[in-house]
């Protein structure tokens, strides 16, 4: 708001007096003294507030096959995550859907792939949505009937870690896995498996460019490794940001 210089009292209230009833005698008549208009003051222009910027622990955090749904309308569904990624559709306030993968980050927000959980329109098979951040994020928790949760769980994380366990009954599973650089120098992104205590086994190797880079360790690796049953850990080397996740590839009812 600007403000206004402030007019002196003396010289508003010279404009109140009259020439009164006269001088003493020999005085000289001398008028009221006069007085400067104060300067104007140059203000310096109004500095806005800075707004901190959100961070990685304002992402809202679902773990693999949490039930969620949009806390906004018009969500984009990316192909990938990154805002400059292709919109393949658009969700309203209240979709119901699945966390299948992330939270992982890129273009400076946590991306989630997600699978429709919701008979209603608009109709997709999964795709990748930006979280928003707290306290008004774009996903939420929800709760709500779902036939067939293929989920067996995942992790997400940014650098090194050892994680677990994820249960695993049989070979009849796949880890998707997403890792994103943190610059455009790229990361390298590394995962090996065991069963409990065991000895980890080589499984996930590589090499992240300036973009996000995705894959599957498809089941004929545990088909291959029948040790790898029960409670599996994952021990990850990595200076990505990154998630993975196991996913049944049962049918339902089967």
Known sequence: MR???????LALLTGCFAAGSGSPS???????????AAPSVSLP???ATPVPTPGPDDVPTFTPGTRIATNASGLRVRSRPGTSQPVVGLLPSGAKL?????????DDYGWYLV???????PSFQEGWVAAGFAPDPFLVPADFELNFNPILGGFAHEGNGEFGPVHVTDANVVVRWVASPPSVNGCSFAVDPSAGTGQALPAIRSTVGSAPAFGDLQSDYFAAHAELVG????????????ALTFVNLGIPGQ
Do not use: K, M, N, Y
């Not at 403000?3 to 009292?9: F, G, I, T």
């Open 231 to 242: 409670d599996i850990f994952v021990h990850v080397t990595s200076d990505c940001s990154w």
């Open 26 to 36: 020999g005085s000289a008549s001398q008028p009221i003294g006069s007085v400067s």
């Open 3 to 9: 403000r206004l210089a402030a007019v002196p009292l």
């Open 115 to 121: 699978r429709d959980a919701d008979p209603a329109d």
């Open 45 to 47: 222009p109004p500095t």
């Open 98 to 106: 699945i966390a299948e993968l992330g939270p992982v980050r890129a």
